[in-house]
């Protein structure tokens, strides 16, 4: 059962050596991957490294465009000022000077709205790109630490595999020395169990199973005492056969008299409406 159990193990797991091949190889496959993750994570904080002096750039030029966007809207607001002022302090009866200041007070509404949607576009370009440049700082301070991190980790396993090779190798021949050791101890130790247990059992057994033998041999064949029981359930039956026969009989009498009243009173039955309906019809005028 030991050796069943080794045999699915390694099916399953493999064997020692294959185990430490496979530690191996995992290693090699995650290293491999961890370095070229770090490339990649390095060429991309070097990209944003360029890029993030034309990013600054762009807010600098955004924040000028949108002063110049706040002035533009003061003066829109002071036309507009001034010309409301003019509608409300002009006291005249001339109705077409009236609607002439009321014209340029609605152009001057006009303009500031066109002024006020330019600055909102100015100001939401500005904000976005403080917050964009802003938030790229952070995520990418974050992705610095997170790449040294694995950095240093791929330069201790390749460090640490590279000078403990040998120590793999070393316990790859250790176990599977160890494993043929334990494989015959075992195999010794149940050949002495094994050897043990059989005279144990040829000493107990033995003497039951040659005085069984001698009994069968010398002993009755055929049991009285099953012969006699026999005989008895043969005229038990054929007893109790004569008392089931008087009684089917008596049943079979009694059945066939009761099927024929029935039958006889049916058909009086039926003779009595069919004449009861002819005289009907001869009553019927």
Same mark, same amino acid.
């Given at each position: 059962?030991?050796?069943?159990?080794?045999?699915? !193990?390694? !099916?399953?797991? #493999?064997?020692?050596?294959?185990? *430490?091949?496979?530690?191996?190889?995992?290693?090699?496959? /995650?290293? #491999?991957?961890?370095?070229?993750?770090?490339?990649?994570?390095?060429?991309?904080?070097?990209?944003?490294?360029?890029?993030?002096?034309? !990013?600054?750039?762009?807010?600098?030029?955004?924040?000028?465009?949108?002063?110049?966007?706040?002035?533009?809207?003061?003066?829109?607001? &002071?036309?507009?000022?001034?010309?409301?002022?003019?509608?409300?302090? *002009?006291?005249?009866?001339?109705? &077409?000077?009236?609607?002439?200041?009321?014209?340029?007070?609605?152009?001057?509404?006009?303009?500031?709205?066109?002024?006020?949607?330019?600055?909102?576009?100015?100001?939401?370009?500005?904000?976005? @790109?403080? @917050?964009?440049?802003?938030?790229?700082?952070?995520?990418?301070?974050?992705?610095?630490?997170?790449?040294?991190?694995?950095?240093?980790?791929?330069?201790? &396993?390749?460090?640490? *595999?590279?000078?403990?090779?040998?120590?793999?190798?070393?316990? $790859?021949?250790?176990?599977?020395?160890?494993?043929?050791?334990?494989?015959?101890?075992?195999?010794?130790?149940?050949?002495?169990?094994?050897?043990?247990?059989?005279?144990? $059992?040829?000493? +107990?057994?033995?003497?039951?199973?040659?005085?069984?033998?001698?009994?069968? #041999?010398?002993?009755? $064949? /055929?049991?009285?005492?099953?012969?006699?029981?026999?005989?008895?359930?043969?005229?038990? *039956?054929? %007893?109790?056969?004569?008392?089931?026969?008087?009684?089917?009989?008596?049943?079979?009498?009694?059945?066939?008299?009761?099927?024929?009243?029935?039958? %006889?009173?049916?058909?009086?039955? =039926?003779?009595?409406?069919?004449?009861?309906?002819?005289?009907? &019809? =001869? +009553?019927?005028?």
């Amino acid at each position: 059962m030991e050796r069943i159990g080794n045999v699915w !193990m390694k !099916m399953t797991r #493999g064997d020692i050596a294959a185990r *430490f091949d496979k530690i191996r190889k995992v290693y090699l496959d /995650v290293a #491999g991957e961890t370095r070229n993750q770090v490339e990649r994570e390095t060429r991309i904080l070097e990209a944003y490294r360029d890029f993030r002096g034309a !990013m600054k750039q762009s807010e600098v030029l955004a924040l000028d465009v949108l002063k110049t966007a706040e002035e533009k809207l003061a003066a829109a607001k &002071a036309a507009l000022k001034a010309a409301v002022d003019k509608v409300s302090a *002009f006291a005249g009866d001339d109705d &077409a000077a009236r609607a002439t200041l009321e014209l340029d007070r609605d152009e001057a509404l006009r303009a500031l709205q066109k002024e006020e949607k330019r600055y909102q576009v100015a100001k939401d370009l500005s904000d976005n @790109i403080t @917050i964009g440049y802003n938030t790229s700082e952070v995520v990418m301070t974050r992705l610095i630490q997170t790449t040294n991190a694995k950095e240093r980790i791929y330069a201790q &396993a390749v460090s640490f *595999f590279g000078t403990n090779e040998t120590v793999l190798t070393a316990l $790859t021949a250790t176990f599977t020395g160890m494993h043929g050791l334990h494989e015959s101890t075992q195999t010794v130790e149940a050949m002495k169990k094994g050897i043990d247990e059989s005279l144990e $059992t040829l000493s +107990d057994i033995g003497g039951k199973v040659q005085e069984a033998a001698v009994r069968a #041999g010398y002993g009755p $064949t /055929v049991s009285a005492a099953a012969v006699k029981k026999l005989v008895e359930s043969v005229v038990t *039956f054929q %007893e109790r056969s004569q008392t089931i026969i008087a009684e089917m009989r008596k049943a079979a009498t009694e059945n066939s008299k009761e099927i024929r009243e029935a039958v %006889e009173d049916g058909k009086k039955r =039926l003779a009595h409406l069919v004449e009861t309906g002819a005289n009907a &019809a =001869l +009553d019927k005028p």
